[in-house]
């Protein structure tokens, strides 16, 4: 039995960055800025599921928004697989988060 590749879901992974962005009151503008891009409407793509970010701009976005590149990104993985869903990774991830807050 063949298991299933893994494949990135455009559209939910850009629906995620979205809805991240927006918890963290963040706009397209800042992203856009963030990011260094001339225009916005590579974000807009993002969005839509017409494309990703490059890896680089994962990764930035996975620091702008505090987050493990892993939480970015959405797609037909099982659930085993799946670190930050893990009780253990998100409660690392939140000592983290507290300990670089008292270093600042």
Known sequence: MQADFPQIDLYRTGQNIKKIMQSQNLTVKDIQGYLGFS????????????SLPSLDNLYALSELFRVPLDALVCGNRRERFCFYRCSAIRRYVAYYEKFMARCA
């Open 39 to 50: 225009a916005s409407q590579s974000i807009y793509h993002w969005f839509e599921g017409r």
